[in-house]
């Protein structure tokens, strides 16, 4: 990875960025020389990650607890980077969550309107905030984290497939929006073992649904956040690139 990407002086701003995805995509950019906005609702594991950072990486990095479902906290979170940073050159929309339901009847509507919220409604606000800041200034990579679900959807989710389809769409919509400065693009991750791993059932365990017969681990999906934020996808905008073992 050294050998092809070099982060020195970006800026990047990563939501959901205090553990799992976010937490590897956050050390894989500072040791790449970029500092780091880490933002999630847990601010206390923010500012710890943003310390762990520093001390490893030499970089500078800024802890943020925001909701990334409620605009008034998306607006702040924004604001807080751009008056410690003075810029974000890159943007990962990586907050979301995926909770699983008996059936559709059975969904509360508070539930759906959260899953809503964070993972579409935040990204739309968090993209619409830091790409019109970045086409007034030197550009810059927004790179929306959606899911294999969002094509392949389950009823037992639902509201998270059609929340992911949005947010596919919505890729589209804003890398057309802010070309041709700012380039828009999203990654459909499968499973990968990260936190979240500690409460599947001995079945997900044995249920591997990919070619590659395993599930993913955090660190690789890194490279291809990297190569839609670096110069090495200059022609790349509005592209879904699937992360997930070969998901039938």
Known sequence: MKQYFDFSGKVV????GSRGLGAAICRAFAEQGANVVIASRNAENCEQLATEIEATFGVKALGIGAHLGRWDDIDRMVDAAYAHFGKVDILVNNAGMSPISDSSLATPEALFDK??????KGPFRATS???SRMVEGDGGSIINISSIGSIRPQPEYAPY??????LNALTIAHA???APKVRVNAILP?????DIA???SPEKEKNIKSAIKRYGEPEEIVSTVMYLASEHSSFTTGAMIQVDGGRP
């Open 198 to 200: 500690k409460a599947w």
């Open 115 to 120: 899953v809503i919220g964070v993972n579409f």
């Open 129 to 131: 905030l830091v790409a």
């Open 190 to 194: 499968g499973s990968f073992r990260t």
């Open 176 to 178: 057309f929006e802010y």
């Open 161 to 166: 497939s059609g929340a992911k389809a949005a």
């Open 13 to 16: 701003l990563v939501t959901g």
